[in-house]
């Protein structure tokens, strides 16, 4: 199975926008898929999820400001940001659900390698 594959980070004004994207093949229309984000010397968080049936949850953190979306016409699932903050700032992760990838395999994520999202002041 093909790995998430990010796509769309970079640096950023506070206040601005990005659109983070996610491919990975049909797995993006038959599983769970998330996005994570890492800060330095930080635990990795789930920030928001998307089920195939379109359902998911987005932590309320972020909420209001971050939205995930299934876009039919690339075949991603994307991240929308806006009014982003230097808190923002880290390493994205795309991730699809692991059962649904490699049923019985250890682990809850099937990981993209990440990107990095800069906010500066």
């Known amino acids: 199975q093909p790995q998430p594959v990010e796509s769309g980070g970079g640096s ?3 206040g601005g926008s990005l659109t983070l994207f ?16 890492q800060a ?3 635990q990795r968080e789930l920030l928001s999820t998307l089920k195939p049936d379109g359902t998911g949850v987005t932590v309320d ?11 039919n016409t690339r075949n991603t699932v994307n991240l929308m940001m806006t009014d982003l903050k230097p808190e923002d700032s880290a390493m994205y992760y ?5 059962q649904c990838v490699y049923p019985g395999a250890s682990g809850a994520w ?3 390698r990440g990107m990095q999202v800069t906010v500066s002041p």
């Not at 953190?61 to 876009?71: E, L, M, T």
């Not at 795309?94 to 692991?98: E, F, G, K």
């Open 94 to 98: 795309c991730a699809a659900d692991l």
């Open 40 to 42: 330095l010397r930080k």
């Open 110 to 112: 099937w990981w993209g």
């Open 12 to 14: 950023v004004q506070a």
């Open 61 to 71: 953190s972020v909420k209001g400001r971050f939205r995930i979306f299934r876009d």
């Open 22 to 37: 996610c491919e990975a093949g049909d797995i993006i229309n038959r599983c769970e898929m998330a996005w994570h984000r």
